[in-house]
């Protein structure tokens, strides 16, 4: 393999959504982008596939558009079970988008097209190698070394994942950290009981404070998971072995229907859900996404907030100027707390509700009693329609708190 030298004003590690929308806020303010990912595009990314109302926002202010991802599937509701087994339905509206599914497969390979489209340098197939940050005092540069390419640039913001090789580059990873969460996945096909058109979570007894779900996709598929709270009282072993048994459940196979079979083999990932305690920055350095453990810490969604975090990080280093990181640095800290820490926070004191079988119990039987317009915002506060604490940052209020129609209206 030949050895490229270039350079642009910003260097992106990793083609992931918030990857790609960093590129894409970029080029669109006349920036030069260099996006380099070790992987080959497309690929697959084990995740539970669902979009909800922030990261369709996102994706619609991106200029995705949903046709472009072949098994994409518009949801209008979700179905909940308690841990008694009581079930109730909680409708979206249907003004606009609020919820999706979209492989992850698809979707990141049709967001890095957007980006390739807006003028983003893509080198996928080139594996980041190491960081020189030696010259980012005198001359304004950081050196990124890749596989077949040497990329000096302004910035660099790393959406290389939960395990990013760049935080480690700069020595400000931690070494033990596994995650907050565990994630199993596996798609399924030949569903044809409700779980081919309906959303399910199944608060189960045994996964508290997490959930299994049931997200349905076209042609009678569906992305079926579960995950747990990385808490130190199960070995991996034992978690694995929750997956035949929860498959084998009675109202989940009711769910799936009794034709459903098994795609492949199933996957596991770590979620990092610590926005609120990791550094954001390091020198000339933005971490977004996984690498930011942006993941919101209740539901183990993450990629609205990878999308978020990107096109925050595009805007505070296009707000600082070419030669300004600690201003950059300082927008980017202040904007992601603004956004996402308060909700952070409540979500860890809701989990730590939720994580009773009482809590679980109660939540539901509120909702089932709360009448339909309840259950609608509910579904919408469930789907981040408006951030998870916005009652309680009144910095955040607007005119259409819970009334602004969905994304995509038109």
């Given at each position: 393999?030949t ?12 083609g ?17 982008v ?14 539970g ?8 926002r996102?994706?619609?202010h ?17 179905v ?6 009581r ?8 003004d606009g988008?609020y919820?999706?599914v979209?492989p992850?497969?698809?979707l ?17 197939g ?6 020189d ?10 050196t ?7 990329v ?5 913001v ?9 935080r ?5 990873n ?9 994630g ?8 044809t009981?409700t ?9 189960e ?8 779900w ?12 579960f995950?747990v709270l ?8 034992e978690i694995?072995a ?9 109202h ?39 690498a930011a ?9 993450g ?13 505070s280093?296009?707000?600082?100027g070419?030669t ?5 640095a ?24 939720l994580?009773k ?17 309840g ?7 469930m789907?981040e ?5 916005v009652?309680?940052t ?11 129609p ?5």
């Open positions: 393999m050895h490229e030298n270039l350079s642009a004003d910003v260097v992106i590690v990793g992931g959504p918030a990857g790609s929308a960093a590129a894409i806020e970029f080029c669109r303010s006349g920036r030069s260099i996006l380099i990912d070790k992987a080959t595009f497309p690929r697959d990314k084990c995740c596939d669902g979009l909800t109302t922030l990261a369709l996102e994706l619609e991106l200029g995705l558009d949903p046709r472009t991802v072949h098994s994409w599937f518009d949801v209008d509701g979700a909940l079970r308690s841990p008694s087994g079930e109730v339905k909680v409708p979206l509206p249907n988008r919820a999706a979209a992850r497969f698809e990141d390979s049709a967001l890095l097209d957007l980006a390739r489209d807006a003028g983003t340098n893509v080198r996928d080139h594996g980041f190698r190491a960081l940050m030696s010259r980012s005092e005198s001359d304004s540069i950081v990124v070394e890749a596989d077949g390419l040497t000096d640039a302004r910035y660099v790393a959406a290389d994942g939960m395990w990013s090789p760049v480690k580059a700069t020595g400000s931690d070494p033990g950290y596994l995650g907050e969460w565990h199993f996945r596996q798609y399924a096909s030949g569903v009981g779980a081919s058109r309906e959303l399910h979570v199944w608060f007894p045994d996964l508290l404070p997490g959930y299994a049931s997200f349905p996709l076209p042609g009678n598929r569906a992305n079926i998971g995950g990385r808490d130190g009282t199960r070995t991996g072993k694995k929750i997956w035949p048994d929860l498959l084998a459940r009675s989940i196979v009711d769910a799936l229907g009794e034709e459903f079979t098994m795609e492949d083999r199933h996957t596991a990932w770590p979620i990092p859900a610590r926005i609120d305690s990791l550094p954001l920055t390091s020198d000339r350095v933005l971490f977004v996404g996984d453990a942006a993941t919101d810490v209740m539901t183990g969604e990629i609205g907030q990878a999308l978020l975090t990107g096109r925050i990080a595009a805007e280093i296009v707000a600082a070419a300004q990181p600690d201003d950059a300082r927008i980017y800290a202040r904007e992601v707390q603004h956004h996402l820490v308060a909700d952070h926070r409540m979500s860890l004191a809701l989990g730590s509700v994580a079988p009482w809590g679980a119990r109660g939540a539901i039987r509120v909702v089932a009693s709360s009448g339909t317009w259950r609608r915002n509910f579904a919408r506060w789907f329609d408006e951030p998870r604490a009652a309680l009144p910095s955040r209020w607007h005119r259409q708190v819970l009334t602004r969905g994304a995509y209206r038109d």
